[in-house]
C-alpha cells in the first residue's frame, strides 16, 4: 500500500485544491474510511471508484460536514474542513449532488436552482420586509444566473416553473448539478451522476462534465460505477475497498493494477 | 349485451352507498340535522336540515360516477354512471329508512338523544311507515343519480349548476346579516322580495340561482376577454387599470364597516386576529416546515405583555400609551420566540409539534398559576387595558356622517397589520429567506449542505413567527379591554393551524381566504357554534382527502413564459383528486 500511496511531501508541484491525510471514520463496529490519504489537484477530474459499501459516499458525507471524521485531517484551498458545519463548507466552496437524488420535491425548478445561490446572495430578513431596491436587483439577477444554468446543464427552460417532483427522472439529475453549480464552487463532488441513466443519457452527462471543467474552471471528483465514464473522463483514479485506498493513479494504471482487477472487477466478475 | 355491472364497480358503488348512509346517519345522530330542521332555506321549499341530507346522496352519487381509479377495467359509458348513482343514493336512502323504522318502533332515545320524534317525522316527510321508507328510498336515489348526471354532463353546466346552487346557500345563510341592515337602512323592499320566515322567497332563490349560473357560464368567457383585453393594451393603461382597481378595492375595504353594521364589523375583526395570528404561524409551520402546536403562547404573550405595559390596573401599572407599548412588546415577543426556538432546534416533525403543544400549554399554565398571580392575576386575568383607538367616530364630511362605533373603530388598525404583516410575508417569501425556508421545510440535511445555516433559518421563522403572533395578541387585549387565561387554550393554536391547511400552506390568499371561511363563517351561522369542532374536523379530514394543497394552494411564482403548460397542469390537477401517496 504505501508504494501506491503517494506521501504528501513528495507530490507533484501542483496546486492542490483538496488533501486529505488519514482520514478515518468508525461507524460502530465498522470502519467504512481507513487512514484513506488523497489530494486533489485544482481543475482536475478525479474519479473515486471501489465496489459498493466501499465507502465512498461516506467520504464525501465527512467532506461536506455532514458527517463528522473520527479521525485524521481534511484540507481546502488552505482551510481545515474539520469541525465545520455543512453550511460553511459550502460557502466555502465545494458543492454536492447526491447518490440518490434530493431535491426540495415541492419547489419549483428555478426555486432549488436558486437556493444553491443561497451562499452567495446577501439579501438580509430585514431588507426583504422593507423591499429595498438593490433585494429586487440581487433577485433578478439570480434569477437570470438559474437560467443560464439550466441552459448549461441542458435543462429546457420551460420546465422553470415545475414543481421539481414532477420532473422526469433524466433532467432530476441534470437539476441537482444546476443547484450544485449556482453556488459557483471551487470543487464539485458528484455521487454517481449517471446511475440509473440510459447511455444516451450518460454519454450527454460525461460530455457535460468534461464541458463544466473547462467553462467553469471546476474542479470535479466523481463517484461513479459506469467504468466507460470514469476511463473516459477522469485524469486520476482512486480505487476504494472496505474503506481503504487500495489504489490510486491513471486511468491506464487503474485499468491494469492487479488489486483493482481483484476487489473491483474480479468481484463483479464472479458476481 | 354487454355486462350492466361488473363485480369491480358493484364492489365499488356498495362502498360508496355504504359510507353515503353512515354519513348521513351520524349527520342525523349527533343533531346536526335537528339543529338545522326548521332554519329555512327557501322558504316553504327546503330547509337547511334537508339540505344537509340531500347533499350526502348528491357527492356520494357524483363520487360513485367518476372513473375509478384502477383504469384496467371496462369504462363505463354515461348512462351506467347514473345508474351507479341511482344505487348510491338508493343505497343511502334505504338504510335512512330501515334506520327511522327501528327509530320510531324502538324508543332509541336513551341511547341515540338527538333521535326525536319531531326529527323522525321530519325525514319521513310526515308520511306514516311504509310509504316514508320508499319515499325517502326515492328521494336517495334521485338525488343520487342527480349526483352522477352533473358529473357526466359537460363541464360548463356542472359549473352553472353548482355555482347556482351555492349562490342560493350562500345567499339564504346571509339572512342574519343582511335583512336587519337592508331594514336598518330603509331598503325593506328588497328585503321583502328576498327574505320571508328566515328563507329566502321562491322567486329570490330563482334569481339567485340565475344569477350564480350566469356568473359561472360567463366566467370563463368574460374572463378571456378581460385578460385579452388587458394584454392587448399599452403598459401605460395596464398600470392605470392596476391602480384603479386596487383603489376600488381599497375603498371598499374601508367603507365596509360603514355599509355592513356592526355585527359583520365585529366579525371582521375576529377575523382579521385570527388572520394575523395565522399569517404568523403560516411563517413557522408553511414557510419553515416547523409543526408549531404551541403557537397559542405567543398570542397570549403579545396580550399579557401589553396589559401588564399598558394598563394602570396591572402589577406594572405604568400605564404606558399602546403605541409606545408595542415596540416592547414585539420585541419580548421576540424574544420568546428564540427562547421556545432554541431548545426544539434539533426537533423534528412530531417530536417538534409535541414539544411545542407542551409548551403552549405550560404557557397556558403559566398565565394560570397561582404563583404567579401577583404579576399576571391568575384566574382573574388583568383588567383595565384602555384602547388607544377612539370608542367611537362621529364625522361630518360634506354632506355624508360617518358614524362608527367598537369594532367598526377597531376594524382599521386590524386590517392595516393585516395588510402589512401580508405584505412582509410575501416580501420574504419571495427571497432568498423564502426559498431557504422552504428548503428546509423540504429536506433540512440538504438545505443546510446547500448553504443554508438551518439553525439561524429556524431561529428567524420562530422568531418572526412569535411577532406576528403577539401582535394579534396585542390588538385582542385591547379589543376586549382585559385579558384571562382562559382565552389562551390549545384550542386557539388548533384553529390557526386550521386555517393554514384549509387556505393552503404557505399560500397568503389560502391563509386569508381560509380564515374568512373558517372564523367568518361560523360567526354568521350561530347555529354552529355547538358543532364548531366538528365541523373543523369534518372539513379537515375532507380536505386532507381531497385537496391536501389547501383551496388556494402556493404553487410557487407564476411566469407568463409559462402559461401554456400551467393550464396543460390545472387540467391533470383537476382530474387528479386524490393525494399523491409515498410522496413527502
Ligand atoms: N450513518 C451510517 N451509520 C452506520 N453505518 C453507515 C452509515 N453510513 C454508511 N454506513 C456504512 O458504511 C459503509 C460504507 O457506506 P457508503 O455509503 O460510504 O458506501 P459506498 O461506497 O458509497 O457504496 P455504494 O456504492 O453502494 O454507494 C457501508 O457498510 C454502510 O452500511
Ligand atoms: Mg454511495
Not at chain 1, 220 to 240: A, F, P, Q, W, Y
Not at chain 2, 91 to 119: C, E, T
Not at chain 2, 311 to 337: H, N, Q, R, Y
Request: glycine letters at 10%; aromatic letters at 6%.
Amino acid at each position: 500500500m504505501s508504494l501506491l500511496s503517494t506521501p504528501p511531501g513528495t507530490a507533484p508541484m501542483t496546486d492542490v485544491i483538496l488533501s486529505v491525510h488519514h482520514l478515518t471514520k468508525r461507524f460502530e463496529g465498522l470502519v467504512a474510511n481507513r487512514e484513506i490519504d488523497f489530494e486533489i489537484p485544482r481543475q482536475a477530474i478525479v474519479s473515486m471508484i471501489g465496489p459498493n459499501g466501499a465507502g465512498k459516499t461516506t467520504f464525501f458525507n465527512q467532506l461536506t460536514g455532514i458527517i463528522e471524521p473520527t479521525s485524521g485531517t481534511m484540507e481546502f484551498d488552505g482551510t481545515s474542513l474539520i469541525g465545520m458545519a455543512p453550511h460553511e463548507v459550502a460557502e466555502l466552496g465545494i458543492a454536492r449532488t447526491y447518490q440518490n437524488i434530493r431535491l426540495f420535491a415541492n419547489m419549483t425548478v428555478l426555486a432549488n436552482v436558486m437556493v444553491g445561490r443561497h451562499v452567495r446572495m446577501k439579501a438580509q430578513w430585514y431588507e426583504a420586509v422593507i423591499g429595498l431596491p438593490h433585494v429586487a436587483r440581487e433577485e433578478a439577477e439570480v434569477e437570470q444566473r438559474s437560467f443560464e444554468l439550466l441552459d448549461l446543464v441542458g435543462l429546457p427552460r420551460r420546465y422553470a416553473d415545475d414543481l421539481a417532483k414532477n420532473l422526469p427522472y433524466g433532467h432530476q439529475r441534470r437539476l441537482e448539478l444546476a443547484r450544485a453549480l449556482a453556488s459557483d464552487p471551487k470543487l464539485l463532488l458528484l455521487d454517481e451522476p449517471t446511475a440509473g441513466m440510459n447511455p444516451g443519457e450518460t454519454r450527454q452527462m460525461t460530455d457535460l462534465i468534461a464541458r463544466l471543467r473547462r467553462e467553469l474552471d471546476l474542479t470535479i471528483l466523481l463517484i461513479e460505477h459506469d467504468m466507460k465514464v470514469v476511463m473516459g473522463v477522469s485524469e486520476r483514479i482512486t480505487v476504494l475497498d472496505y474503506g481503504e485506498r487500495i489504489a490510486e493513479g491513471t486511468p491506464e494504471e487503474i485499468r491494469t493494477n492487479p488489486r483493482v482487477i481483484e476487489a473491483y472487477l474480479g468481484k463483479q466478475a464472479t458476481a | 349485451m354487454a355486462e350492466l355491472i361488473s363485480g369491480r364497480q358493484l364492489r365499488r358503488v356498495a362502498t360508496i352507498g355504504a359510507v353515503a348512509a353512515v354519513v348521513v346517519l351520524y349527520l342525523c345522530m349527533v343533531g346536526l340535522v335537528e339543529a338545522f330542521k326548521d332554519r329555512n332555506v327557501v322558504t316553504g321549499v327546503i330547509t337547511l336540515g334537508a339540505v344537509m341530507l340531500l347533499a350526502v346522496p348528491l357527492i356520494a352519487g357524483y363520487r360513485a360516477a367518476l372513473p375509478a381509479r384502477d383504469p384496467s377495467g371496462p369504462t363505463p359509458g354515461p348512462a351506467q354512471r347514473i345508474v351507479f348513482g341511482l344505487l348510491v343514493g338508493l343505497i343511502a336512502g334505504a338504510v335512512l329508512g330501515v334506520f327511522v323504522l327501528i327509530a320510531s318502533a324502538v324508543d332509541v332515545r336513551g341511547v341515540l338523544v338527538r333521535i326525536s320524534p319531531p326529527l323522525l317525522a321530519f325525514i319521513s316527510f310526515g308520511l306514516p311507515s311504509g310509504l316514508a321508507q320508499l319515499a325517502i328510498t326515492g328521494v336517495g336515489g334521485l338525488v343520487g343519480a342527480l349526483g352522477a348526471l352533473l358529473l357526466v354532463s359537460p363541464a360548463r353546466i356542472r359549473n352553472a349548476v353548482t355555482s347556482g346552487l351555492v349562490a342560493v346557500l350562500f345567499m339564504s345563510m346571509i339572512e342574519p346579516l343582511l335583512r336587519p341592515r337592508l331594514e336598518q337602512l330603509d331598503y325593506t323592499a328588497i328585503s321583502d322580495f328576498l327574505y320571508k320566515a328566515h328563507g329566502l322567497t321562491e322567486m329570490a332563490s330563482i334569481l339567485c340561482f340565475v344569477v350564480g349560473a350566469g356568473a359561472a357560464l360567463l366566467w370563463q368567457p368574460g374572463n378571456e376577454l378581460v385578460r385579452r383585453s388587458i394584454e392587448a393594451a399599452p403598459v401605460q393603461t395596464r398600470r392605470r387599470i392596476r391602480g384603479w382597481t386596487i383603489a376600488v378595492l381599497v375603498v371598499a375595504v374601508l367603507i365596509l364597516p360603514q355599509v355592513s353594521g356592526t355585527f359583520l364589523a365585529q366579525v371582521a375583526v375576529l377575523v382579521g386576529l385570527y388572520l394575523l395570528l395565522a399569517l404568523g404561524l403560516n411563517i413557522v409551520v408553511g414557510y419553515a416546515g416547523l409543526l408549531d402546536l404551541g403557537y397559542v403562547a405567543f398570542f397570549a404573550v403579545g396580550a399579557y405583555l401589553t396589559a401588564l405595559l399598558t394598563s394602570p390596573d396591572s402589577s406594572l401599572g405604568i400605564g404606558l400609551p399602546f403605541f409606545v407599548a408595542l415596540p416592547i412588546v414585539m420585541l419580548g415577543a421576540g424574544m420568546t420566540g428564540l427562547l421556545i426556538g432554541a431548545p426544539v432546534l434539533r426537533l423534528r416533525g412530531d417530536y417538534l409539534a409535541i414539544v411545542t403543544l407542551g409548551f403552549g400549554e405550560i404557557a397556558r399554565v403559566l398565565f394560570e398559576s397561582d404563583a404567579l398571580r401577583p404579576w399576571l392575576g391568575g384566574v382573574q386575568g388583568i383588567l383595565g387595558i384602555p384602547s388607544p383607538f377612539p370608542v367611537r367616530i362621529d364625522l361630518q364630511l360634506g354632506t355624508t356622517h360617518i358614524f362608527a362605533t367598537g369594532p367598526q373603530v377597531l376594524y382599521y388598525p386590524i386590517f392595516a397589520f393585516c395588510a402589512l404583516a401580508a405584505v412582509f410575508a410575501y416580501r420574504l417569501s419571495n427571497s432568498r429567506i423564502g426559498r431557504a425556508w422552504n428548503a428546509m421545510r423540504e429536506d433540512e440535511s440538504v438545505a443546510e449542505a446547500t448553504g443554508v445555516s438551518t439553525v439561524n433559518y429556524k431561529l428567524l421563522a420562530f422568531a418572526l413567527g412569535a411577532t406576528t403572533g403577539c401582535l394579534s395578541g396585542a390588538l385582542f387585549a385591547v379589543q376586549l379591554g382585559s385579558v384571562f387565561p382562559g382565552s389562551f387554550d390549545v384550542f386557539v393554536s388548533i384553529t390557526v393551524l386550521a386555517v393554514i391547511i384549509l387556505g393552503g400552506m404557505g399560500s397568503i390568499p389560502g391563509v386569508i381566504l381560509g380564515a374568512i371561511v373558517l372564523i367568518g363563517l361560523p360567526e354568521l351561522l350561530r347555529e354552529f357554534v355547538e358543532y364548531r369542532i366538528l365541523v373543523y374536523g369534518a372539513v379537515l379530514v375532507a380536505m386532507m382527502l381531497l385537496r391536501p394543497e389547501g383551496l388556494i394552494p402556493n404553487r410557487g411564482r407564476q411566469r407568463e413564459l409559462h402559461e401554456a403548460e400551467s393550464e396543460e397542469e390545472e387540467e391533470t390537477l383537476d382530474g387528479d383528486l386524490m393525494p399523491q401517496r409515498g410522496q413527502t
